[in-house]
């Protein structure tokens, strides 16, 4: 990055070689930015803006204080330590510089949006390697349906504080995880969803890697990630794009976001729209599409939540949310189907004879 | 373990139907269920072959069974060694055709087998392009042996050539041995037409296997859309039509080809043309041999070649002129079914994890496709254009009967199963040298006719998919491949109840979404009910239908595989097709409006 480093960055100029300044999260966003996904607006407080913070408020030498006291296994000693922090986070001014930035960013989110305090989700990024782990260790806040300057500045705040949760100050004590390698924070426009859920780039079932499951259902994601709903699923060829299998699911139930604190509330879906599908034949197919120009890009299978927009047209409505590599399969070792392949007749013998066969 | 296995009812306990006592004695004692042999016939799967018998078979045409049964069993069992398979059992049951698989139990047996076979069908696969040729070649001489039988008319005496060329035999024994290579001459062609299926099929499946285990949900529509055979000679006889269709219009002889008209007088009418005799020269040319097409799969005599009976494709001929007429493209996108094929080849194996599996995959395509590509293109050869002109010389016999008296009808002859005409034709023969009056000409008329009544009321019965006991295990790589008979398949066939009340499931034999009017079809001569818009419904479909085809929307089967050419016909006019679902013809009536979805393989019924 060419000169000064910034307090703030829109997520059109990240990628994964800005993970140290804006974290994980907020750096695949970019990328997905990068490969034409549609992705919606927002933009990270740098891990710069995090450190400016601190020093602005003097809270380095504080922090360090509290640290030495802790006891890495005494879940008391770790909450005390972490109340102490948070406390003092929250006391603190963001100064006027990184408060700045953080206005400006959301003053472009809202006319992006045509709309005055629209909302948004801000959620902490974190900055260690393994962002799976820093999940684990509760590093990663999200504060949905912010709406507001003053809530905006007030969640960045929290999500700076959580990198200091009892839980994330265990983990870090324990791993000998830098306690000042700094928080970056997302801050994204959120999406009205009409639908929303996850897909994978192979079948979850079977691990066949020539399908496209997408699983859906009315509503944010949140019904189909928390499995309130049995959602929709859509099968994709993943070669050929047709979609080979669609199951709809009656969908009783979506969650609605509630009051400025945007709180999500479960509110029973109407009788008509249960047993209808949730997405149309072209959002699947265009998703799947997505989602293997993705999976060719980075060269592994991918987990990845998705959202279609209430009021927008196809296929502008179509946002990618996150993406992750897949796990549960892609961890098995690849082994090879055809090991003993010599030449296509012995093969043919040995699968007649049943040897080919591990069925 | 007997005790648990899944039963479908026994032969033995399905009835006959009213009026047809004493079907049986139509039938040869060996090809019968019967008590005698019962408890093994009980413990096997039998399944009703409706792809090759679509409905009850005339004594006569057990021979096509009979010979075709043969074949595989010496190819299968008997000469290739396949390590799992012995041959195709069957029997007949209330006129109806039901096979069954005969599955080699012994694993060190199946070792045996495997040594053998690699050595011997792999002698085909490493030659197979250049084999194939041959074996065309081969089939023509057998057409042209076939055709140069003749039975030549019992003069009242010898001509006096015969005398003194010192033959030392007459036309009696012409006779005889005419019909004795007759006999051999459809024996043999079905023993080498199984020369190159059965092997083809062993080397089918194993690409599938392939593409199952490297993709565990992979549709089998997707495989046969990788392997599948561009263009094949069982699609010439529908361009030929096309190319008449369009020289009829340059011709100027268009206003003719109306589908109304009765096909003869059109024909006559024609001849008093010069244009109209430029035109029907074109379709005789065209017709040797590309119309020795019939309208079935070659094992009914009554599914009249189109060189016989035009009639059958005139309503399509007609389309056809008046698509040419409206300026419309008649031409198949070979190139851009060329180019699908390759997208999608190349596309699943990109999949693939390692290079050796690429290497697998490759390998194992390159000889699956020029396999593939025998299977699709012998139909033409020897169900068709051999069986056309086999069944015209069964009635050339037929005729011969009919002028010394024993028949009033040259098709008459299909009421006696070969072997009695074998009989008949000694009795003729006696009595023509002997001077004395033959027993034929009273003993066979009255049984014809009760055989007739028979047949016309078997034809009514609807036979169930399958009778018997269901396998652990299909291991018959033509059985999966070619009936798509899968233990999967044979578990719902028996759980109709539990299945979902208004959809039937199949085979996503060709993709695509689409709802109509059903038209359910029983039989051949119903074909040209079918109007344009329909969906085709019926118990199975017949690649030499071809041209109706370019009439309807989608059409669904009750039986029928991946391998079923109806599915690659299906593709190639681009229309969806659900095959293989077991009662579709039961419940679906005609006018009744479904749903096709050719990627799911499912038929929903949309009205009650």
């Known amino acids: 990055m060419m000169g000064e480093v910034p307090f703030t960055l829109d997520f059109s100029r990240v990628g994964l070689t800005e993970r140290a300044l804006v974290g994980g999260k907020v750096a695949s966003l970019g990328e997905l930015l990068r490969h034409g996904c549609r992705v919606p607006p927002g933009f990270a407080v740098t891990s710069f803006g995090y450190r400016r913070f601190l020093e602005a408020n003097g809270l380095e030498d504080r922090l360090r204080q509290v640290l030495a006291s802790v006891v890495p296994n005494d879940l008391e000693s770790l909450e005390r330590a972490s109340q102490q922090i948070t406390g003092m986070f929250l006391e603190s001014r963001i100064p006027r510089e990184v408060q700045g930035a953080i206005e400006r960013g959301y003053e472009e989110l809202s006319v992006r949006a045509q709309l005055p305090d629209p909302p948004v989700a801000v959620r902490s990024s974190a900055l260690a390697e393994d962002s799976e782990q820093a999940s684990f260790a509760g590093q990663q806040e999200t504060y949905l349906w912010v709406r507001g300057t003053e809530n905006v500045l007030d969640s960045v705040r929290r999500c700076w504080a959580s990198a200091f949760t009892p839980r994330a100050l265990s983990y870090r004590l324990t791993q000998g995880v830098s306690l000042d390698d700094g928080v970056a924070v997302g801050v994204q426009q959120m999406v009205h969803p009409r639908a929303a859920g996850v897909l994978f780039t192979l079948s979850p079932r079977t691990g066949d890697r020539s399908l496209i499951v997408v699983e859906g259902s009315w509503g944010p994601g949140v019904a189909v990630v928390s499995g309130e709903v049995t959602p929709d699923e859509f099968t994709v060829n993943k070669v050929t794009l047709e979609i080979v299998h669609r199951k709809i699911s009656p969908k009783t139930a979506q969650f609605v976001p509630t009051g400025s604190e945007g709180l999500l509330v479960k509110v029973p879906v109407p009788e008509d729209l249960q047993t209808k599908p949730c997405l149309s034949d072209e959002e699947v197919v265009e998703l799947a599409r997505l989602a293997r120009h993705l999976e060719q890009v980075y060269g592994f299978p991918l987990d990845i939540e998705w959202a279609v927009a209430e009021n927008e047209a196809f296929p502008h409505n179509l946002y990618l949310l996150q993406s992750r590599p897949e796990t549960v399969w892609s961890r098995r070792p690849r082994t090879s189907i055809a090991a003993n392949f010599k030449d296509p007749l012995s093969y043919v013998v040995q699968t007649l004879a049943g040897k080919a066969l591990s069925r | ?608």
């Open chain 2, 1 to 608: 373990m007997m005790s648990d296995a899944l039963r479908f009812q026994s032969p033995f306990e399905v009835q006959t139907p009213p009026g047809c006592e004493g079907w049986t004695e139509m039938y040869p004692y060996y090809l019968l269920f019967s008590e005698d042999r019962r408890q093994e016939e009980e413990n096997k799967l039998w399944f009703y072959n409706g792809m090759h018998a679509p409905e009850a078979v005339h004594p006569f045409d057990t021979i096509g069974f009979e010979a075709g049964y043969l074949g595989i069993g010496e190819m299968s069992s008997r000469m290739f060694c396949i390590p799992p398979a012995l041959g195709i059992d069957f029997r007949f049951l209330n006129g109806r055709l039901y096979i069954s698989p005969t599955a080699v139990g012994d694993p060190k047996k199946i070792e045996e087998r495997a040594k053998l076979f690699e050595r011997r069908a792999g002698y085909y696969f490493q030659n197979w392009p250049q084999f194939y040729e041959e074996w065309r070649e081969k089939v023509k001489r057998e057409i042209e042996q076939l055709k140069a039988i003749r039975f030549p008319e019992l003069p009242e005496v010898e001509d006096e050539q015969l005398v003194f060329e010192r033959k030392g035999y007459g036309t009696s024994q012409e006779v005889f041995e005419a019909y004795h290579r007759l006999l051999e001459s459809i024996f043999r062609i079905w023993q080498i037409h199984m020369e190159i299926v059965m092997i083809g099929f062993a080397a089918y499946f194993t690409f599938y296997e392939f593409c199952k285990k490297a993709f565990p949900e992979i549709s089998d529509q997707a495989i046969t859309r990788m392997v599948g055979a561009i263009d094949v000679s069982m699609f010439r006889p529908n361009d030929e039509l096309k190319r008449l269709a369009k020289r009829a219009v340059e011709l100027g002889v268009d206003s003719y080809f109306r589908p109304e008209a009765n096909v003869r007088e059109t024909f006559e009418a024609l001849g008093r043309s010069e244009a109209g005799r430029a035109w029907l020269e074109e379709w005789r040319r065209s017709s040797d041999p590309w119309f020795y097409m019939n309208t079935g799969d070659g094992f009914h005599h009554h599914h009249r070649a189109w060189v016989d009976d035009p009639g059958a494709v005139f309503g399509i001929l007609c389309d056809y002129v008046a698509k040419v007429k409206r300026g419309e493209s008649l031409e198949r996108d070979i190139e851009g079914r060329r180019r699908d094929r390759d997208q999608i080849t190349e596309g699943y194996r990109a999949l693939l994890q390692t290079e050796e599996d690429r290497k697998a995959f490759d390998e194992l395509l390159g000889l699956v496709r020029n396999v593939y590509y025998s299977i699709e293109d012998h139909k033409f050869y020897v169900e068709h254009w051999y069986q056309s002109v086999f069944w015209n010389k069964v009635r050339e016999l037929g005729a011969l009967f009919v002028r010394q008296g024993f028949f009033q009808d040259v098709e008459d002859i299909f009421y006696l199963h070969w072997s009695e005409v074998h009989q008949a034709l000694m009795d003729l023969l006696l009595s023509w040298t002997i001077g004395a009056p033959a027993r034929g000409p009273v003993y066979w008329p009255p049984i014809i006719a009760r055989r007739r009544e028979l047949m016309g009321k078997l034809r009514a019965w609807n036979p169930p998919p399958a009778l018997g006991t269901v396998p652990e295990a299909v291991v018959d790589p033509a059985v999966v491949m070619l009936w798509g008979i899968t233990p999967d398949r044979l578990r719902a066939w028996l759980e109709p109840e539990k299945a979902e009340e208004k959809v039937l499931r199949g085979f996503a034999a060709s993709p695509g979404v689409v709802e109509g009017p059903a038209r359910v079809v029983l039989s051949v001569d119903q074909l040209h009910e079918v109007q344009e818009g329909e969906i085709l419904v019926c118990s199975v479909t017949e690649p030499s239908w071809a041209p109706v085809f370019s009439r309807i929307r989608a059409t669904v089967s009750d039986i029928g595989g991946m391998m079923s050419h109806a599915a690659i016909v299906a593709r190639e006019y681009g229309i969806p097709a659900v095959l293989g679902t077991g009662s579709a013809t039961k419940r679906i009536r005609t006018g009744q409006r479904i749903r096709v979805d050719g990627d799911a393989g499912t038929v929903t019924l949309l009205e009650d």
